[in-house]
């Protein structure tokens, strides 16, 4: 399916991206910038944001590491943010 018309970015793009930065470095922070120019393009319009960030969140190389979830409960209940 096509997120970014603009730049002719697919879900299967996003995740093929997603999956090569998982590989070459896995405690690495992606974000769609990062996505963007590992596909050799940039962000025109915007109008693809949400979906495009909703196809990051769905893929499985993005999943919040075990030691990391529930920090900000962690947080919430020291009064720190």
Known sequence: ??????????????HAAIDWMRRSDTDT???????????GKAADCGSCMPLFLATMRS?????????????????AA???D
């Open 78 to 80: 020291t009064g720190r």
């Open 1 to 14: 399916m096509i997120i970014c018309h603009c730049q002719n970015i697919t879900d299967s793009d996003i």
């Open 29 to 39: 922070l992606i974000t769609p910038g990062k996505i963007y120019r590992a596909l």
């Open 59 to 75: 893929s499985a190389a993005l999943e919040i590491p075990a030691e990391l979830t529930g920090l900000r409960k962690g947080a």
